[in-house]
């Protein structure tokens, strides 16, 4: 049993010797690996917090192993993170529209009266239509979450219909 104890990670007389027996070699290790720009610190530190994380699974003889293998696998994730974020970066964004002032504005003067139209409709009907068009839901699912039959979800989105052709000419 004694012998037990002393194989025991989860001590923390044993954890911190781990610590200051490896982390020195660790950060060295990471930052003649992968320089210091991805942090080697941290990865250090990350390391050693899994280590206590899984202190109950690993003997202390495959302690060093444990926190080299995961420093390392640590790193080469944000190595591959730093590439996503750099290949973003340099895609560049749309920053200009083909269209004219002219469109922008009546889009933005038919948005104005789509909305409006929607407001005049009565709950259900809006309920009901935005479940459809918005949401891409079917009558039948519709109706199965109003609690309703699917003639009267019909009805409904039919009567929005007709309310928003007469509140709306360009529809």
Request: charged letters at 30%; proline letters at 2%; one cysteine or more.
């Amino acid at each position: 049993m004694g012998k037990q104890l002393h194989n025991n990670i989860c001590e923390e007389h044993i954890f911190s010797s781990i610590f200051d027996k490896h982390a020195k070699d660790l950060h060295n290790f990471l930052y003649y690996k992968f320089g210091d720009l991805l942090n080697p610190k941290d990865k250090v530190q990350e390391a050693f917090i899994k280590l206590w994380q899984n202190c109950a699974k690993i003997s202390p003889e495959k302690a060093k192993s444990f926190v080299f293998t995961t420093a390392n696998n640590l790193m080469l994730n944000e190595v591959a993170h730093q590439k996503v974020v750099l290949r973003y970066q340099q895609t560049k964004l749309k920053t200009y529209t083909n269209e004219n002032p002219e469109f922008l504005m009546q889009e933005s003067e038919y948005n104005d009266k789509l909305q409006k139209a929607l407001s005049n409709l009565t709950e259900a009907q809006r309920e009901a239509f935005m479940m459809n068009r918005v949401e891409g839901k079917r009558f039948k699912e519709i109706a199965e979450t109003l609690g309703i039959s699917t003639k009267a979800v019909e009805k409904r989105i039919y009567g929005a219909l007709n309310k928003l052709r007469k509140d709306i000419k360009e529809l």
